[in-house]
Nanobody
Protein backbone atom coordinates (compact mmCIF):
# COMPACT_ATOMS: atom_id res chain seq x y z
CA UNK A 1 0.00 0.00 0.00
CA UNK A 2 1.36 3.40 -0.96
CA UNK A 3 0.01 6.54 0.65
CA UNK A 4 0.29 10.05 -0.72
CA UNK A 5 -0.44 12.91 1.66
CA UNK A 6 -1.16 16.45 0.55
CA UNK A 7 -2.79 19.67 1.67
CA UNK A 8 -0.28 21.09 4.11
CA UNK A 9 0.79 24.69 4.10
CA UNK A 10 1.06 27.92 6.04
CA UNK A 11 -2.04 29.17 7.80
CA UNK A 12 -2.77 31.83 10.38
CA UNK A 13 -3.98 30.92 13.86
CA UNK A 14 -7.71 30.27 13.76
CA UNK A 15 -7.56 29.21 10.14
CA UNK A 16 -8.38 25.91 8.48
CA UNK A 17 -6.67 23.32 6.33
CA UNK A 18 -7.77 20.05 4.83
CA UNK A 19 -5.28 17.25 4.48
CA UNK A 20 -5.83 14.44 2.01
CA UNK A 21 -4.32 10.99 1.88
CA UNK A 22 -4.69 8.97 -1.30
CA UNK A 23 -4.02 5.24 -1.24
CA UNK A 24 -2.65 3.31 -4.20
CA UNK A 25 -5.35 0.69 -3.94
CA UNK A 26 -8.56 -0.12 -2.18
CA UNK A 27 -8.72 0.96 1.44
CA UNK A 28 -11.45 -1.55 2.24
CA UNK A 29 -8.84 -4.07 3.37
CA UNK A 30 -7.21 -1.57 5.71
CA UNK A 31 -8.36 -1.94 9.28
CA UNK A 32 -7.50 1.56 10.41
CA UNK A 33 -6.43 4.75 8.71
CA UNK A 34 -5.22 7.76 10.52
CA UNK A 35 -3.08 10.81 10.83
CA UNK A 36 -0.03 11.27 13.00
CA UNK A 37 2.07 14.35 13.48
CA UNK A 38 5.57 15.13 14.59
CA UNK A 39 6.63 18.54 15.78
CA UNK A 40 10.31 19.55 15.94
CA UNK A 41 11.99 17.90 18.90
CA UNK A 42 8.94 15.84 19.78
CA UNK A 43 7.82 12.28 19.25
CA UNK A 44 5.34 11.35 16.61
CA UNK A 45 1.82 11.29 18.03
CA UNK A 46 -1.55 10.03 16.88
CA UNK A 47 -3.88 12.85 15.87
CA UNK A 48 -6.92 10.98 14.60
CA UNK A 49 -7.91 7.54 13.40
CA UNK A 50 -10.86 5.93 11.69
CA UNK A 51 -11.48 2.22 11.39
CA UNK A 52 -13.16 0.25 8.65
CA UNK A 53 -16.48 0.57 10.47
CA UNK A 54 -16.25 4.34 10.58
CA UNK A 55 -15.47 4.62 14.27
CA UNK A 56 -13.24 7.57 14.94
CA UNK A 57 -10.82 8.55 17.66
CA UNK A 58 -9.01 11.79 18.32
CA UNK A 59 -6.20 13.07 20.45
CA UNK A 60 -7.56 15.22 23.27
CA UNK A 61 -5.67 18.21 21.93
CA UNK A 62 -7.65 18.24 18.66
CA UNK A 63 -11.10 17.12 19.75
CA UNK A 64 -13.77 19.50 18.57
CA UNK A 65 -11.42 21.11 16.04
CA UNK A 66 -10.32 18.29 13.71
CA UNK A 67 -12.48 15.85 11.79
CA UNK A 68 -11.27 12.68 10.10
CA UNK A 69 -13.23 11.03 7.33
CA UNK A 70 -12.73 8.36 4.72
CA UNK A 71 -14.08 7.89 1.23
CA UNK A 72 -13.86 4.24 0.28
CA UNK A 73 -14.88 4.94 -3.31
CA UNK A 74 -11.95 7.32 -3.75
CA UNK A 75 -9.55 5.30 -1.60
CA UNK A 76 -8.84 8.37 0.44
CA UNK A 77 -8.81 9.70 3.97
CA UNK A 78 -9.14 13.33 4.94
CA UNK A 79 -8.37 15.45 7.96
CA UNK A 80 -10.30 18.69 8.24
CA UNK A 81 -8.49 20.97 10.65
CA UNK A 82 -10.28 24.02 11.99
CA UNK A 83 -9.37 26.62 14.59
CA UNK A 84 -5.72 25.87 14.07
CA UNK A 85 -3.24 26.84 16.76
CA UNK A 86 0.51 27.42 16.61
CA UNK A 87 0.98 24.20 18.58
CA UNK A 88 -0.57 22.29 15.69
CA UNK A 89 2.53 23.07 13.67
CA UNK A 90 4.10 19.76 12.65
CA UNK A 91 4.71 17.35 9.83
CA UNK A 92 1.55 15.33 9.39
CA UNK A 93 1.77 11.73 8.27
CA UNK A 94 -0.92 9.53 6.85
CA UNK A 95 -0.96 6.02 8.28
CA UNK A 96 -2.74 2.80 7.46
CA UNK A 97 -2.87 -0.39 9.49
CA UNK A 98 -3.65 -3.84 8.19
CA UNK A 99 -3.85 -6.83 10.49
CA UNK A 100 -3.09 -10.21 8.95
CA UNK A 101 -2.56 -13.43 10.81
CA UNK A 102 -2.19 -11.57 14.08
CA UNK A 103 0.55 -9.36 12.67
CA UNK A 104 0.16 -5.62 12.44
CA UNK A 105 1.44 -4.00 9.26
CA UNK A 106 1.83 -0.22 9.17
CA UNK A 107 2.05 1.85 6.02
CA UNK A 108 3.15 5.49 5.97
CA UNK A 109 2.83 8.41 3.62
CA UNK A 110 5.65 10.87 3.08
CA UNK A 111 4.36 13.61 5.37
CA UNK A 112 3.03 17.08 4.71
CA UNK A 113 4.09 20.16 6.65
CA UNK A 114 1.52 22.27 8.45
CA UNK A 115 2.71 25.60 9.80
CA UNK A 116 0.41 27.72 11.92
CA UNK A 117 1.82 31.18 12.35
CA UNK A 118 0.83 34.81 12.14
Amino acid sequence: VQLQASGGGLVRPGGSLRLSCAASGSILSLNVMGWYRQAPGKQRELVAGINSGGIVDYADSVKGRFTISRDNAKNAVYLQMNSLKPEDTAVYYCNAVRWRGGVRNDYWGQGTLVTVSS
